[in-house]
């Protein structure tokens, strides 16, 4: 299925609950591998919206490529706001190539095999961007009523299935419960919004003391034949200080005293 535009996806009716789950995510380190090649593996300062979809599926015990319908356009709906100021740093990493061609497998022979990169091939140096110290709310509305309660528990206890992680495997997440809250829309409105500004990045007002960037990430991906592709992205607004922005005439919802737009 081809790569397409987020617009005219979204669908706020009757497929989400008038309620939502929020949570706290942090880490030391993060990285959300931009999808444009680069020399230097470059992050999305947002989390992407089918990185948090892989983040919950996680929680979950979700199998791989098995949970992409549930977080479709039109039974689910999430904000992330950024609560800490947007730093990254480039590290150089020595890694090992995880091509077929490149792999070892122990032992030679017998049932109990695994495969491992070679640690005689040579080491190839990469410059990773990497968030610091990254910190997220996230609002999430899911129409699938049993998975919804499998994860409101799961937040409630503290637990997860698999380790939750900011992007890579060794940037573990902190996951922090914050509460079901009710979700009240509002009309078009010039207001300030405290989550990034989903498709509306042009009703943004700029100010003189706050930076603001603009970034294209995926957010709805299909299982094929390849394993998965990449359905929609979204374009978005934020401050990399973690302000609130000012938008002009945009429908926002009110989640616990703030607002929000939903994707």
Same mark, same amino acid.
């Given at each position: ?20 789950? &929020? ?39 979700? /199998? ?16 992330? %706001? ?22 070892? @497998? ?22 990773? #961007?990497?968030?610091? /110290? ?11 009523? %049993? ?6 528990? $799961?937040? *409630? ?7 939750? @992680?900011?992007?890579?495997? #060794?940037?573990?997440?902190?996951? @922090?419960?914050?509460?079901?809250? /009710? ?5 078009? *409105? ?18 003189? /003391? @706050? #930076?603001?960037?603009? #970034? ?11 394993? $998965? ?5 979204? &374009? ?28």
């Amino acid at each position: 299925m081809s790569q397409e535009s987020l617009e005219g996806w979204t669908d706020d009716g009757d497929g989400v609950p008038e309620t939502c789950l &929020s949570f706290e995510l942090r880490g030391e380190w993060g990285h959300f591998r931009r999808v444009e090649g680069n020399i230097v593996k470059q992050t999305y300062r947002i989390i992407p919206r089918t990185t948090v979809a892989g983040l919950v599926a996680a929680i979950l015990g979700l /199998d791989r490529d098995s949970y992409y319908e549930v977080f479709g356009p039109s039974v689910s709906a999430v904000a992330v %706001e950024p609560v800490a100021e947007l730093r990254t740093m480039n590290v150089p990493q020595n890694t090992l190539s995880t091509a077929k061609e490149h792999m070892m @497998t122990m032992p030679s022979r017998g049932h109990a095999r695994i495969s491992m990169p070679d640690p005689t091939e040579l080491r190839q140096q990469h410059n990773y #961007e990497l968030l610091v /110290d990254p910190a997220y709310r996230v609002d999430l509305r899911l129409a699938d009523d %049993e998975l919804r309660e499998r994860l409101r528990n $799961r937040l *409630e206890d503290g637990t997860s299935y698999y380790p939750p @992680t900011l992007g890579l495997s #060794e940037h573990l997440a902190e996951v @922090t419960y914050l509460g079901e809250f /009710d979700v009240t829309p509002k009309a078009q *409105e010039t207001t300030q919004v405290d989550s990034a500004v989903i498709e509306a990045v042009d009703s943004v007002e700029l100010e003189p /003391d @706050t #930076e603001v960037r603009v #970034e294209r990430s995926p957010a709805f991906m299909t299982a094929d034949e390849g394993g $998965r592709t990449t359905r929609a992205f979204q &374009s978005l607004a934020y401050a990399t200080g973690a302000e609130p922005l000012r938008v002009q005439d945009v429908e926002t919802h009110e989640v616990d005293g703030r607002r929000v737009i939903f994707s």
